[in-house]
């Protein structure tokens, strides 16, 4: 597969597979963010894809920049005919100011196959052996 990418603005970097075979390709701040404690701020990246038809791009945190840096990525779904830039929209979940640098790998993307879905309401769903069990339903709780 083939995947296009434009670039929208000038210092617009393509992203990279960061090693052979890696599920996400890796994707560049345009410009600095500065992030203030429990702030939430758009990453703009000057880029815009063309996701063939059929699948989705979903957006997901650097394990570096969630683990040392405390970054969430908000969101993460990019459907195949979108073509605008993409922009991240991340929190900063810490109590100290983060940065995220010019050029700056902060997000990764996963392009994958999807199954369309007609949406269809019933009366009754099938039975499972789960049926409405929640959190702890294997009987596997943590306990503190």
Known sequence: MKLKIKKLKEGAKLPT????GDAGIDI???GEVIFLPHEQKRVYTGIAFEIPEGYVGLVWDKSSISFNKSLKIMGGVIDACFRGEFVASMVNLSDQKQVIEKGQKFTQMVIQKFEHCDIVEVDKLSETARGEGREGSTGHMHKE
Do not use: D
């Not at 597979?17 to 052979?20: F, K, Q, W």
């Open 17 to 20: 597979h960061g090693h052979p």
């Open 28 to 30: 560049y701040a345009l």
